[in-house]
């Protein structure tokens, strides 16, 4: 179940309900005249069924930021509901519910965001994979799989390619660019450090080109 708030201006509030109207998978369709403020107008609020939300919400969309306010979107884990049971019997299968994209591409944009904090993850990624490797360790490979960061960016890129949007595709490329650079030069010297000063397990000295007796 989806909760959706959305500020409409007063003279939009109409086309709003007749859109949640038209759905079946509206429930508890609310108004609140005159509470919304800067800018001022309603507030409508209703609950989505799952199966509905998706094609709710990009109605909302398409009516465009003039003909309605923000539109926030809140997961709600349970709801009980007499009406909804009864109103999505026949929409019930075995199949999967498709997610909501527009949720999805809000959470991507979110998560593309790359601060001084997602290079030092991948530094720290490289060097204990390099570890992992040294002392032959396959925790520790798993390890750098679950700290990486990288998967938000390629997510980012991914979803600028599909809306043929440059500039979060440039953003992501750059961002894995500089973070897997940054990773293989400090790992290398990392990894250089181990060699010079003999601490290289004998199981991995042949990585240095050294075979053990």
Sequence with gaps: MYHVRVS???????????????????????????????????VVECDLVPEAASAVIHQLRELGPR??????????????????????????????????????DATIRANAAY???????????GLIAAVGILTNSQILIVATMVLG????A?????????QHNVRPVKRGLVALGIGF????VITWIFSSVIRWTGQAPATTSWAFGRCPT
């Design 154 to 162: 390629i997510l980012g890129a991914a979803l600028g390619i599909t």
């Design 115 to 125: 601060p001084f904090s997602f290079f030092l993850l991948l530094v720290a990624a």
């Design 8 to 42: 409409s201006p007063l003279e939009s509030t109409p086309h709003i309900l007749e859109v949640l109207g038209t759905s079946s998978g509206a429930l508890n369709v609310t108004v609140h005249p005159g509470s919304a403020r800067y800018p001022d107008g309603d």
């Design 67 to 104: 003909q309605r306010g923000p539109i926030s979107v809140d997961r709600t884990e349970m709801a009980v509901i007499r009406s909804h049971r009864e109103m999505i019997r026949p929409m019930v299968s075995d199949r999967e519910i498709a997610p909501v994209w527009e949720v999805v």
């Design 149 to 152: 960061p990288e998967y938000s």
């Design 181 to 184: 650079g940054a990773a293989v």
